[in-house]
Nanobody, 125 residues
Framework: QVQLMESGGGSVQAGGSLRLSCAAS????????VGWFRQAPGKEREGVAR????????YYADSVKGRFTVSQDNAKNTLYLEMNSLKPEDTAMYYC??????????????????WGQGTQVTVDS
């Protein structure tokens, strides 16, 4: 049974940083495409960042490019999202997602079969 569990969310002032973690069980992240999505109140879920081939290929939404970094620790089977220069518009529930395949196109939700419960990120202005 695949389980993805996020942690690391919280409240931070604008300009601050947070690091989200996603620990996987029953699923080997290095063999699949994995990513981060977020959903703000009243808005649709959107892709933030993804990677595959064990970290060899990354893709970011334009809104976070240059501020967020996705990475993974294969030994710990954990995915990370380092978020810097946070803005109030980054406030959302952040979800870790895993695909059943090793490739995914940009941040297409259709590719992802497994989802975590989410961790809340709140950025105060």
């Amino acid at each position: 049974q695949v389980q993805l569990m996020e942690s690391g969310g919280g409240s931070v002032q604008a300009g601050g940083s947070l690091r989200l973690s996603c620990a996987a069980s029953g699923y080997t992240m290095s063999r699949h495409c994995v990513g981060w999505f977020r959903q703000a109140p009243g808005k649709e879920r959107e892709g933030v960042a993804r990677m595959y081939t064990g970290g060899g290929s990354t893709y970011y939404a334009d809104s976070v490019k240059g501020r967020f970094t996705v990475s993974q620790d294969n030994a710990k089977n954990t995915l990370y999202l380092e978020m810097n220069s946070l803005k109030p518009e980054d406030t959302a529930m952040y979800y870790c997602a895993g695909a059943s395949g090793s490739y995914c196109y940009r941040l297409r939700e259709y590719d992802y079969n497994y989802w975590g419960q989410g961790t809340q990120v709140t950025v105060d202005s």
